[in-house]
C-alpha cells in the first residue's frame, strides 16, 4: 500500500525513467486547480529531491500563471503497464523561460523541441506511493506528432506571437510571464 519518502529512491527514479505519461497539478489560492497531462519525453531527473520537464507551447499557460504566486507542483504518475503503483512527487517549483540563465544549462537535458515554452524545476521535497489497483492497463502505441508539426510550421516568430495572443494569462486572468520573461 502508500508509502512516504523524503527523496525519490532509486527505484522510484527507475519508474519515472519508464513512464510515457504524467500529470502536472498546480494552483494559486483563490484560482481553479490546472491538472494537465504531459508527454513527449519530457521529464527529466536530476537527483533524488529535483526534477525538469519541458514545457511546450499550448493552448493554455496555467502552470506558469500559477507559479508566480504559489509555487506548489504536484507531479503524478500511473503504471499502465507491469505492476500497480500511483507516484506523487510533491514539492516547489519556478519557471525557468528562454531568457534565463539557467536555460541553456537545462535545456540540454532534452532534445531540441520546436515549441519549447518553459522548463519547470521542481524540489521535491514528498514522495508518495500508493496502490494503483484500480488504474487500467494500457498499451502505448507513439507520441502524438501534432504538436510538433504545429510548432514546426509556426516558426519561431510565430510562437512568439502565439505567445503574446493566446499566453499570456490563465483561465482565472493571471499573468504568466511568457512575454516578459522570453527573449
Not at 536530476?46 to 499557460?61: E, P, Q
Not at 488504474?135 to 514546426?152: G, H, K, M, S
Not at 516568430?157 to 503574446?164: D, F, H, L, P, V
Request: with cysteine.
Amino acid at each position: 500500500m502508500g508509502k512516504r519518502y523524503s527523496e525519490m529512491t532509486a527505484d522510484i527514479q527507475e519508474f519515472i525513467a519508464r513512464q510515457k505519461l504524467f500529470f502536472v497539478g498546480t494552483a494559486t489560492e483563490d484560482s481553479r486547480v490546472n491538472i494537465s497531462p504531459k508527454g513527449m519525453d519530457s521529464l527529466r531527473v536530476l537527483d533524488s529531491n529535483r526534477v525538469i520537464w519541458l514545457n511546450v507551447t499550448g493552448s493554455g499557460n496555467e502552470t506558469a500563471a500559477h507559479l508566480q504566486t504559489h509555487p506548489r507542483m504536484t507531479i503524478m504518475f500511473a503504471a499502465f503497464e507491469g505492476a500497480p503503483m500511483i507516484l506523487r512527487l510533491y514539492g516547489n517549483a519556478r519557471a525557468i523561460h528562454h531568457g534565463d540563465l539557467e536555460w541553456n544549462q537545462l535545456y540540454s537535458n532534452f532534445a531540441v523541441t520546436p515549441g519549447a515554452r518553459q522548463i519547470f524545476d521542481l524540489q521535491v521535497d514528498l514522495v508518495q506511493t500508493s496502490c494503483g489497483m484500480a488504474v487500467p492497463f494500457f498499451d502505448y502505441v507513439t507520441e502524438r506528432e501534432q504538436l510538433t508539426n504545429w510548432a514546426i510550421n509556426k516558426g519561431q516568430e510565430g510562437i512568439k506571437a502565439y505567445w503574446k495572443e493566446k499566453n499570456q494569462l490563465s483561465l482565472d486572468g493571471k499573468a504568466t510571464g511568457i512575454v516578459e520573461k522570453t527573449v
